[in-house]
């Protein structure tokens, strides 16, 4: 594995660092585990983060699909102390952009249904995935409105 900074890793800790002062992930591993509310849990090192970023970029062209599964290994991951949800967000968002997606923004109206998605990926993958479509399609809305264009 190189030991060049990859761009979404990059992207990832300047995010981070926003966030918080450092931007450092967590040593150990722990199982993930799910709460009605949030997930918490797991822990890993930064090989793991590195092995996720590098398989999803050999990948190419990202559709949303593929965009959602990578949020979903981020989110399972959990390489932060505080705040994996709202830097996994702001990558998926960026990551839509990057991959000509029209990106969405999960409202606190659609936030449990998001929850769901998340613990239910690998069983019911249409569950997220419906879930950023309907809130993909309020992003349109908003586009439309203000006569921005979109593919």
């Known amino acids: 594995m190189s030991n ?3 761009p979404l890793l990059a992207a990832l800790r300047e995010q981070k660092a926003m966030k918080l ?3 450092i992930y967590h040593k150990t591993q722990i199982d993930l585990t799910y709460n009605s509310n949030h997930i918490e849990g797991s822990r890993l090192t ?5 092995r ?3 398989s999803y970029e050999a990948q190419g062209e990202h559709t949303l699909e593929d965009i959602l599964d990578f949020h ?3 989110e399972k991951i959990h390489p932060f102390q505080d ?10 968002f960026k990551e839509c952009l990057r991959s000509g997606v029209v990106p969405f923004i999960i409202t606190d109206e659609l936030k449990m249904f998001y929850y769901r998605g998340l613990r239910e990926w690998g069983h019911i993958d249409g ?3 419906d879930t950023c479509l309907t809130a993909q399609d309020q992003y349109k809305a908003a586009l439309d409105y203000f006569r921005i264009e979109y593919a």
Do not use: A, C, E, P
């Open 4 to 6: 060049t900074i990859t």
């Open 21 to 23: 002062k450092g931007g």
């Open 46 to 50: 930064h090989d793991s983060m590195q």
């Open 52 to 54: 996720l970023i590098t």
């Open 72 to 74: 979903v290994r981020f």
């Open 83 to 92: 705040g994996n949800g709202r830097v996994g967000r702001l990558v998926m």
């Open 127 to 129: 569950y997220l995935t």
